[in-house]
């Protein structure tokens, strides 16, 4: 079995994860060889570099630079694939042709997040429209995204998003990445986070808003801010000067699965206005670290956060509600605790590596069954 993957970027993101470890569990399955197409030379993901494996950079010159068509074409031809797997809804677009040209099965994987505007105004929605019905299947992380974009049931599937749980094994010492970021005090704060891009798409104005109600009221708690996007610095500047310290900004770390291990609650808060969300990496990671979890309800995350039993489903832009929950849980160990144990118990179930590697793999296996019936 011969797999093109073809992406637009391999910089930090959730859809960018998710390929890189699913490439790394299939270096270990016989019979199948696979080449990386990416749209952009920064890649984030050092790893892919290890996997011996030959990186094809398509790097378009303009926004409408047609010659990516004839180059993608070349690459799945000298390649002979038997499968090309796009991430996205531009590679969607580019990867069309030389599928049907090549007599190439077409994965269409662009499905990661639950479309709130479904018209020719949303980009992704429009590609979507445009490259579905051309797929032999569309592989989405939800069954939210996958019924937003207009899937057919008989041509789709949703596979889950599937973490390496061994990523979570050998962290720094809670202790010191406490004393650390928190100072000589830590043992005594409650600590709340969030890890996502400052991006529009993310609620941190939300956030931000009940965490400072709840410091200026309480001043053993104290939130993480973990990420970086073009957001960052406006919202930093909606927090007073004086609570920066309690409300603290971390940027973009390398230590993240480290820095969630000391929180006390995990937090994902979505913009419902302009993006709804497909599987959340954050929530999984919260969760396979046994943190209860707070996060905006809707799209693929009502598939994940299951409320008042891995954590609690809050209302878009409800600052009260996530400062209720927080003092809910702030209050109540015992709860956290059982909250914790059940997200470690759903992500061992449903989110592992293994068994998202092994649905893929099924997938394929469909797809070139019927490649070799045609």
Partial sequence: MRIIFFIDSMTAGGKERRLTELMKALKHEPGIEFELVVMSNDIHYKEVFNLGINIHY????????????SKFYNICKNFKADIVHCWDSMTAVYAVPACKRLGIKLA?????????????????????????????IVIGN??????AYGAKEKRSACIYNGMDLGRFN???DPVAVRSEILGENEAAFFVAGMVAAFEERKDYKTLVKAA??????????????????????????????????????????????????????????????????????????YMALGKPVIA???????????????GFLVDAFSADQVAERLDLLRKNRELRQQFGKRGVEMVHEKFDIKIMTACYIATYNQL???KKNQ
């Fill in 58 to 69: 398509l790097i378009r010159k303009t926004k409408k630079d047609f010659s990516i068509f």
């Fill in 108 to 136: 269409n994987g662009m499905v990661v997040d639950t479309p709130v505007q479904q018209n020719v105004f949303n980009k992704h929605w429009l590609r979507a429209r445009l490259t579905i019905p051309f797929a032999n």
């Fill in 142 to 147: 939800s069954k939210a995204g996958l019924k």
């Fill in 170 to 172: 050998n962290l720094k």
């Fill in 212 to 285: 400072i109600s709840i410091v200026s009221a309480n001043d053993q708690v104290r939130f993480l801010l973990i990420g970086a996007g073009a957001d960052l610095e406006g919202i930093k500047k909606t927090v007073p000067s004086a609570l920066l310290d309690k409300i603290i900004f971390l940027g973009k770390r390398s230590d993240v699965e480290s820095i969630v291990n000391i929180f006390d609650v995990g937090i994902l808060l979505t913009n419902s206005g302009v993006h709804g969300e497909g599987i959340s990496n954050s929530i999984i990671e």
């Fill in 296 to 310: 905006t309800r809707g799209g693929g995350t009502n598939e994940v956060v299951i409320d008042a039993e891995n």
């Fill in 368 to 370: 070139l069954k019927e």
